[in-house]
């Protein structure tokens, strides 16, 4: 089983929906975070949280929520989707201490129409 | 001017060459330094991780930062046709209070 598991792995929606991506690690990670990932843009940081009661914004927040249920469990909503949050979008989780490598989940293939 | 600047490419390589990928960045706070490999449809997984400045190998992969010029390289020998993906270089400052930037990465192609 993969150590960061992000569902869905493909979403088609249309504007206007309400929608939410979810994470969930068995590294026991306490650090995550969302990316969304488009062509010539790289990896944008959306939100991220470095305990169960820390919630931060990144860089382009704007639209997007975040819920930390659980050390294991980070989710991404978008509450009222629009073509232009069309992306990949990855959640990633690191160890505290010092400065510790990311590891990713294999994304989220999202399509707003 | 952003933090981390990485030519996108892509850049394309005959098989066996060796290949040279770079990153500059802009804040002399960063001392941790790390090179990611993305496969199409997948998440990118963490190849290389260096402290300061100097070189690490490790069996093909070399990479190099140089804190002067605020440089850092990733060289790849004898290149593989499975060493096409794209390629990102992310750092950090010392006190790790804050996530790692990432450059945009360089799409790679090896082509046999």
């Known amino acids: 089983d993969a150590d960061v598991t992000q569902t869905p792995r493909n979403r088609i929606t249309k504007t206007g929906k309400r929608i939410m991506l979810e994470c969930s690690q068995t590294k026991g990670h306490d650090r995550m975070y969302w990316y969304r990932q488009d062509p010539g843009l790289g990896l944008r940081l959306i939100y991220y949280s470095f305990d169960v009661k820390d919630i931060n914004k990144g860089e382009i927040s704007d639209g997007y929520s975040v819920s930390r249920q659980a050390q294991a469990k980070f989710s991404l909503s978008l509450e009222s989707a629009i073509p232009n949050q069309t992306a990949l979008y990855f959640c990633a989780t690191s160890d505290t201490n010092g400065v510790q490598p990311q590891h990713f989940g294999d994304g989220t293939r999202l399509s707003i129409l | 001017q952003k933090e981390v600047e990485q030519d996108p490419g892509p850049l394309s390589v005959p098989e066996g060459a060796i290949v040279s990928l770079n990153c500059t960045y802009s804040n002399s706070a960063f001392q941790y330094f790390m090179w990611y490999r993305q496969y199409s449809r997948k998440g990118p997984e963490l190849l290389m991780y260096t402290y300061s400045s100097g070189n690490k190998e490790d069996g093909r992969f070399t990479a190099q930062v140089d804190k002067s010029s605020k440089y850092i390289s990733l060289f790849i020998r004898d290149s593989q046709p499975s060493d096409s993906a794209t390629y990102l270089c992310?750092?950090?400052?010392?006190?790790?209070?804050?996530?790692?930037?990432f450059g945009k990465g360089t799409r790679l192609s090896v082509i046999a």
């Open positions: 992310a750092m950090s400052a010392a006190s790790g209070n804050t996530p790692l930037v």
